[in-house]
């Protein structure tokens, strides 16, 4: 298995028998054959796995399609990465005054903190937010975090085509955007926030309720030392179901999300501080992070001609034919008359029908191991 951590690619390598030592080296490989880097690994007698470090700066990381352990001829000593395991770089834009008088209490801070493990972080730092969201659009980035952002008029077209090639919008509330007005949200909102607790509001602060069963959060514990004392509040209507992620405990959305085109729109409807709820100090919320992260493509290009106008239900029924087929030597082959195509978002393991290798054309290819 193979895992991006912060700074290096770790592979783990598995073997049968635990009675002797043994050491060997993982070779990463690209998409033409060529070598991209090695590490060394080493069992103890007993041990029946280790890992194996290979350092490599982000750019090249994202080269390798190929992770194989050098010496062995064997398909499962092969491990094929499409884009899905690529790091991702994540713009931040903060709105708030506070990331700049007080940096340690701000959500960049957080955002950062929570980001680092598993994505390469680019924070907008001394320019406007609208100028910061044009720089990050010129280098294509595949996610953006906007933070308490209010409007952002002069980069709404940009973004809008951008989201809709493929990028991925997370939105943060806070006062600014309360009093914004713009539709690069998931929702209709209710102008102003909403106070929970203290001592001008009926209602006390409010806990998770739970994650909707079609959300990438589905399978996550609910926690319960999370707690909501101030939110944007959703205008009720009858996508407003279909779009909620995340609820409070009085049926209210924490977290809602819209498709468009390729792309996605996600709003956090509390801060990305600890202002308005603790939801930042949590795991939960490096958990929800990591997941977004992986809905965002490993490129997003802004500048592409044409739109999408397909939805969400489409792209899962897309199917892609094999190209290049493992055999039982680990080498590529030419795929056999039984392999069949696979959805573009195919997750399981190498099958009589879907044999290992890459599926579908150059700029999308899907492994299967």
Do not use: C
């Not at 080296?25 to 060529?34: E, F, H, T």
Request: net charge neutral; charged share 20%.
């Amino acid at each position: 298995a193979a895992d991006n951590a912060a700074g290096a690619l770790t592979v783990k390598v598995l073997r049968a028998r635990t009675d002797a030592s043994d050491v060997g080296a993982v070779s990463a490989i690209d998409l033409k054959g060529l070598p991209l880097g090695e590490a060394p690994f080493s069992f103890k007698s007993g041990d029946r796995e280790t890992d194996a470090v290979i350092d490599l700066p982000v750019e090249i990381r994202n080269d390798v399609a190929r992770l194989e352990i050098v010496g062995e001829r064997s398909a499962g000593a092969v491990q094929l990465l499409d884009k899905r395991w690529r790091r991702r770089t994540v713009g931040i834009v903060s709105g708030s005054t506070a990331d700049r008088s007080q940096p340690l209490i701000g959500a960049t801070y957080y955002l950062a903190r929570a980001l680092n493990p598993f994505a390469d972080v680019s924070l907008a730092e001394g320019v406007a937010p609208t100028e910061a969201v044009t720089r990050f659009l010129d280098r294509h980035l595949p996610m953006l975090i906007l933070a308490d952002v209010g409007n952002v008029t002069d980069a709404l077209d940009r973004l809008n085509k951008w989201i809709d090639n493929g990028g991925v919008l997370v939105r943060f509330a806070g006062p600014h955007l309360a009093r914004g007005d713009d539709n690069l949200v998931s929702v209709k909102l209710r102008r102003g926030g909403r106070i929970l607790g203290g001592s001008l509001s009926w209602d006390k602060p409010q806990q998770l309720a739970g994650f909707s069963r079609d959300s990438p959060f589905n399978g996550m514990a609910v926690p319960t030392d999370v707690t909501v004392t101030r939110q944007v509040l959703a205008e009720p209507d009858s996508q407003l179901n279909d779009r909620t992620w995340a609820t409070l405990a009085d049926g209210t959305p924490l977290v809602t999300a819209e498709r468009r085109g390729k792309g996605l729109i996600v709003l956090f409807h509390v801060t990305a501080d600890s202002r308005w709820s603790d939801l930042p100090l949590s795991g939960s919320f490096v958990d929800m992070l990591r997941r977004l992260v992986s809905l965002a493509g490993a490129t997003a290009n802004a500048e592409g001609d044409n739109a999408a106008t397909e939805n969400a239900g489409n792209r899962a029924a897309q199917v892609v034919p094999p190209t290049r087929i493992l055999d039982g030597f680990g080498a590529f082959t030419t795929p056999p008359a039984t392999a069949r195509p696979i959805p573009s978002n195919f997750t399981g393991r190498g099958s009589l029908d879907h044999p290992p290798g890459f599926y579908g054309p150059p700029e999308g290819l899907v492994a299967v191991n």
